[in-house]
């Protein structure tokens, strides 16, 4: 096959192997903390109303009506431009913000641009998220930007997954650091940068402080795992279960006294996930494999229903906790399981 064609069938087996992980429940598989080791604590005199309660998140120069959005899935190939179609259509009906995929192969072959400016024509008011790998120079990140009329920027870190692709596909020099931070301050949107589930450590939370970037996405451990999809492609390295998931990457960020706009992805697939990743200090929420999970199984109707039934039960969680808001709602306390405590004893050394 010509190269152009090898990329998109790269980027069609990674979409049918994240169905294949969600549908085989492979993220029910893995080490670490779970949103299982959060427990809220009851507040059964919260003293409001249902009404008053205002869902709203203030970040990246926007005002979100909801706390969670659709996370960065496909494009670029005839499959996954069909499901970025549908993704779009879902975003716009339900007033949610929408990530892309990797626009990387629309940048090498701008033939394939058409895909990704599509989604701009089916929902041309949403708040849309481009989507780059970190090496890429700053004009590649304004083409991505203007292919999408988008209004941020997820530049993607994935070591992990680089290192277990087979051989002469995967990336070998991770020098990004001051590409990340040449972007940051040179692109006109919020630059927002991105694990692909692996999780974030304080010690990265510390490397980006030094940074002009507006927010750091954990996307930690249990979601997709794309270091098991690369090995189901032939990838000679095996690394099923590594990295920090998402609570972990979370707890992380409270020891690095982040000041960046956090946002949670990485097995998210209830409410009340949401709602413990807020009391765990994230701004916003995001759902990729869960989303398309949904979307493969049930069709656009019935995750349409889902989504709309997460903004009802997100009032509830809220009037539960007692508070009006997400900033009195990251006041609350909760209550940690004995590994957790562990793990945040063992990161305090």
Do not use: C
């Amino acid at each position: 096959m010509r190269e152009k064609e090898i990329h998109q069938h790269r980027k069609d087996e990674h979409l049918s192997l994240g169905i294949k992980y969600w549908k085989n429940q492979r993220n029910e598989h893995f080490s670490g903390l779970r949103f299982s080791d959060v427990r809220m604590v009851p507040q059964g005199l919260p003293e409001l109303a249902l009404d008053e309660i205002d869902l709203s998140v203030r970040a990246l120069n926007t005002r979100f009506e909801q706390p969670f959005y659709i996370e960065a899935m496909t494009g670029g190939s005839t499959f996954g431009d069909k499901i970025n179609a549908q993704l779009a259509e879902i975003a716009a009906a339900q007033n949610l913000p929408m990530a892309v995929g990797s626009q990387s192969i629309a940048i090498k072959y701008p033939e394939l641009t058409a895909g990704f400016q599509k989604l701009r024509k089916i929902n041309p008011d949403g708040f849309m998220f481009a989507n780059l790998g970190a090496h890429h120079n700053l004009e590649a990140a304004k083409r991505a930007v203007d292919m999408l009329e988008a209004n941020a920027l997820e530049l993607h870190i994935n070591v992990a997954q680089e290192l277990t692709m087979k051989n002469g596909e995967g990336d070998r020099d991770f020098y990004w650091l001051e590409n990340i931070n040449e972007i940051a301050n040179k692109i006109n949107v919020p630059l927002i940068v991105k694990e692909v589930g692996f999780g974030f450590s304080k010690e990265m939370f510390h490397q980006l402080s030094q940074t002009a970037v507006s927010a750091i996405n954990v996307g930690g451990k249990g979601g997709t795992n794309f270091a098991w999809i690369e090995h189901q492609r032939g990838g000679e390295f095996e690394l099923e279960d590594y990295g920090f998931t998402t609570v972990e990457s979370l707890l992380e960020a409270q020891h690095a006294q982040t000041q960046k706009t956090l946002i949670a992805t990485g097995g998210i697939t209830a409410v009340s996930d949401i709602v413990k990743a807020q009391l765990l200090g994230a701004d916003l929420v995001s759902a990729a494999g869960f989303v398309l999970h949904q979307l493969m199984e049930n069709g656009s109707d019935p995750l349409q229903m889902k989504l709309e039934n997460w903004k009802k039960e997100l009032r509830r969680y809220y009037a539960l906790q007692g508070v009006k808001n997400k900033a009195a709602l990251k006041k609350r306390p909760v209550l940690l399981s004995m590994e957790a405590q562990y793990f945040l004893e063992q990161r305090r050394k």
